[in-house]
């Protein structure tokens, strides 16, 4: 079993791994920037090593501080959480290189899923369907626009290695084609390192649907149902729930066996997610996330299964703790993440949090790093709480949810809170009618 766990993250994931190796008797270690000496995850931490200045390549993002910072505090084992190096296959084979643990998958599937196109076609050949698209990377502008016209428009130009919603550009019109190619191609290479595009039907009303599947070293393997994440800014989740309302048991359950059959012949290990959008009653793969997502904690409501114990437990060569049989659903869970964002331009904020009140009470979770008198800083991701409500079901848990909002203050910055109460409070969201561009529309209509 593991004994000593180097954290390589910061902000509210790390203060919730660190609580699951507390629960499992593991021994933490905390990693920060400068900037974040004071930060929740330190305190908390058995021990912390400081591994550079505030930008994050300096930092979390320095392979050879955060390896350093393992072997000199005498860590057996790495979870990364998610962002920062979760999906860098790199640093995976240096660990093993190094005999420490890396909490996640293997190196192969890391790479092989972080391109986009070798996840498309892994999948394809398991027998799950795709967005209709061109067959792999489009290398010139005229190939390109002949498949764009072949699909029909709208078109999506995506990059292969592109993530956390950036890398896709749509293209309405022949005539737009081109220029979302470049700037698609143009951005993929300056952000990703890795200008291979791909493309793909643009659904015009789809839902979010990702399932989250566990697998042990033993080869068993099981979903812990789906979580629907339609609500989103600039593709980027910002409201998610499980279960959907969309899907019937047999869907999810037809579909829950075949995603995760898929993920157990693949030889993966550990935790994952596979994203798919679903329209006019047909389900299209997008992508696999090779990690713990941000919103895991519905699932861990409605399941009662603590996924990232499990990715500790994997990760120590033990068997999942449960099988498929013994998966119940239970309630409805939503998550909205809280922003340090202007909740209308969706602008960046920083500062100071001057004043600091927690919601609580039957059903609330709060997962975050925040505290009277911390500061949010403008070198990392603009996450700084998540608010996740359960309830026997989706009415009670939309109630409990606008009380728990009313009552939470984050003073000193700007915050996501004032969004999600009118979200909330939002007819087509309470009878369940949104898709993936309802939030778009509803910022147009609110200006
Ligand atoms: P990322 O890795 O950046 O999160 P994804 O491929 O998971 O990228 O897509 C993120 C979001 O972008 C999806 O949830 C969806 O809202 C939108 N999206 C992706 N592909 C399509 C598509 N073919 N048609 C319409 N929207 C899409």
């Known amino acids: 079993m593991i004994k000593k766990v180097l954290i390589a993250n ?82 995976s084979h240096m660990l093993e290189e190094h005999g ?42 005229q190939k390109a626009l002949k498949i764009a016209n072949e ?44 200008d291979s595009v791909y493309l793909e039907k643009y659904l015009s009303n789809p839902r979010h649907i990702e399932f ?9 393997y099981v979903h812990l149902g789906e979580r629907d994440c339609s609500l989103q800014r600039r593709n980027q989740k910002i409201w998610e729930e499980a279960l959907s309302t969309v899907l019937t048991d047999d869907i999810r359950e037809s579909l829950g066996r075949k995603v995760a059959d898929a993920a157990g012949k693949l030889g993966y290990l550990g935790v994952g997610t596979l994203e798919f ?5 047909k ?28 990715q500790i437990l994997i990760a120590s060569g033990k068997k999942l703790s449960v099988t498929q049989d013994e998966v ?28 600091y009140h927690c919601p609580g009470g039957p059903g609330i979770r709060v997962d975050s790093a925040l505290y009277s008198g911390c500061k949010v800083l403008p070198y990392y991701d603009s996450l700084i709480a998540k608010l996740i409500v359960y309830a026997n079901d989706r009415n009670q848990c939309l109630a409990r949810l606008q009380r728990a909002l009313n009552e939470y203050v984050i003073d000193g910055i700007d915050t996501l809170l004032p969004l999600h109460l009118k979200l909330a409070s939002n007819q087509d969201i309470i009878s369940g009618n949104f898709d993936i561009h309802f939030l778009e529309r509803f910022n147009r209509e609110a200006i």
């Open 100 to 141: 420490l643990i890396f909490i996640g998958p293997k190196a192969d599937h890391i790479a092989m899923m972080g391109d986009k196109i070798t996840a498309k076609k892994t999948f394809a050949n398991l027998g799950l369907s795709t967005v209709p698209g061109s067959d792999g990377a489009v290398t010139n502008i």
């Open 277 to 281: 959008l679903y329209e006019n009653e």
């Open 10 to 91: 910061r902000g509210e994931i790390a203060v919730r791994i660190l609580r699951a190796c507390k629960d499992l008797g593991i021994q933490t270690v905390a990693i920060h920037s400068t900037a974040d000496s004071d930060a929740m995850h330190v305190r908390l931490a058995d021990e912390s090593v400081c591994v550079g200045p505030p930008q994050p390549r300096e930092s979390y993002l320095n392979i050879p501080s955060v390896i350093s910072a393992a072997c000199v505090s005498g860590a057996d084992a790495i979870h990364p959480g998610f962002g920062f190096l979760s999906e860098n296959s790199t640093f």
């Open 283 to 310: 389900f299209y793969f997008i992508e696999m996330n090779t990690r713990i997502q941000v919103e895991h904690p519905i699932t861990e409501m409605i399941t009662g299964v603590d996924i990232v114990r499990e």
């Open 328 to 355: 119940k659903f239970r309630g409805h869970a939503i998550e909205c993440r809280i922003n340090a964002e202007n909740p209308e331009t969706f602008f960046p904020s920083s500062g100071v949090v001057s004043n």
């Open 212 to 220: 989250q599947i566990m697998v042990d070293k033993f080869g068993n």
């Open 151 to 194: 699909i029909g428009y709208p078109v999506l130009v995506k990059a292969a290695g592109g993530g956390g919603g950036r890398g896709m550009k749509v293209a309405h019109t022949e005539a737009d084609f081109a220029e979302a190619y470049e700037t698609a191609r143009r951005e993929a290479g300056v952000a990703f390192g890795n």
